[in-house]
Nanobody, 123 residues
Framework: QVQLVESGGGSVQPGGSLRLSCEAS????????MSWYRQAPGKEREMVAA????????IYADSVKGRFTISRDNTKNTVYLQMNSLKPEDTAVYYC????????????????WGQGTQVTVSS
């Protein structure tokens, strides 16, 4: 069955860095667009970053541009989110999403979600 397993979350001080990983199985990863979403308490889930199936196209939310980088390794069925210069407002549960409908634009969420990993930025 489809599995998306996130890891790498934790607590960090403002200005710090974290690297999230999402290991996928059960579907054709290399033919799927991948995204990271986040949801803070009391807020709607929002897209943070997305990457096309071959890694050639990436998009970012304005709030994270220049600080976060999404990447993928299709040989390892894994997508990453490198987060630098973290701010308290980045505190949220981060979710990995997969969209195997490759013909849709990058950033459109698919049906596959991970369980989420908590990121807390606080001094």
């Amino acid at each position: 069955q489809v599995q998306l397993v996130e890891s790498g979350g934790g607590s960090v001080q403002p200005g710090g860095s974290l690297r999230l990983s999402c290991e996928a199985s059960g579907f054709r990863f290399s033919y799927s667009h991948m995204s990271w979403y986040r949801q803070a308490p009391g807020k709607e889930r929002e897209m943070v970053a997305a990457i096309s199936s071959n890694g050639g196209r990436t998009i970012y939310a304005d709030s994270v541009k220049g600080r976060f980088t999404i990447s993928r390794d299709n040989t390892k069925n894994t997508v990453y989110l490198q987060m630098n210069s973290l701010k308290p407002e980045d505190t949220a549960v981060y979710y990995c999403n997969a969209n195997p409908r490759e013909w849709l634009p990058v950033g459109i969420p698919g049906d596959y979600w991970g369980q989420g990993t908590q990121v807390t930025v606080s001094s």
